[in-house]
């Protein structure tokens, strides 16, 4: 099965941008954007010189407790820069949503609950809120998380996006939110 495929089966149509965009983010940003796949996984993230992004992580439903996320993980993180990465809401309805929450509390992910991040699905039309995780290695802040979101969603996020969707995502400074005087429950207390 094609990477985008296995993608495009396991994320909901919100969370998915067109194959056209990814495919054009590779070939536009081969030093930014990268792809590594197997055939258990699929991973999709951004690694600038100040942290690395979590696009996409796919990992095939019979290669689960194989350790093949970890590992994934592990690489990121001996890149020695903060991983930030957006995660669903826990849904009780999907119980994959407590699944990957769990899996990132023990790979050592914290929640940045003074971001707020929710846009608006092109492919759907509705709003799509997202909670925003990370893992420092140096004790780094929610401010160096929140830099590089918007850096994310201004260079790869919104990349040609009217090309590609027919109209833009709106600016970063609505799809992004930040709550610093009312911080948010932690998203972990909810599994």
Excluded: C
Excluded at 106 to 111: A, K, L, S, T, V
């Amino acid at each position: 099965m094609h990477w985008y495929d296995k993608l495009n089966e396991y994320f909901p149509i919100e969370e998915m941008k067109s194959q056209d965009h990814m495919e054009t983010l590779l070939e536009d940003f081969p030093e930014l954007y990268h792809k590594d796949e197997g055939k258990y996984h699929v991973l999709m993230y951004v690694e600038a010189d100040e942290f690395v992004f979590i696009d996409y992580l796919f990992v095939s439903a019979e290669s689960r407790g194989m350790g093949i996320g970890h590992q994934l993980i592990e690489k990121l993180k001996g890149k020695n820069k903060p991983i930030i990465l957006e995660v669903e809401p826990v849904n009780y309805k999907d119980s994959d949503t407590k699944k990957r929450l769990m899996f990132y509390q023990r790979e050592g992910f914290q929640h940045a609950s003074s971001i707020g991040y929710k846009r608006k699905s092109l492919a759907t039309k509705e709003i799509n809120e997202m909670e925003i995780l990370y893992w420092a290695p140096n004790e780094e802040g929610e401010e160096v998380v929140l830099q590089a979101l918007v850096k994310t969603y201004k260079k790869i996020h919104t990349y040609k996006d009217t090309h590609f969707y027919g109209e833009p995502y709106e600016p970063a400074d609505e799809a992004i939110q930040i709550n610093a005087e009312d911080k948010r429950k932690d998203i972990f207390d909810e599994i």
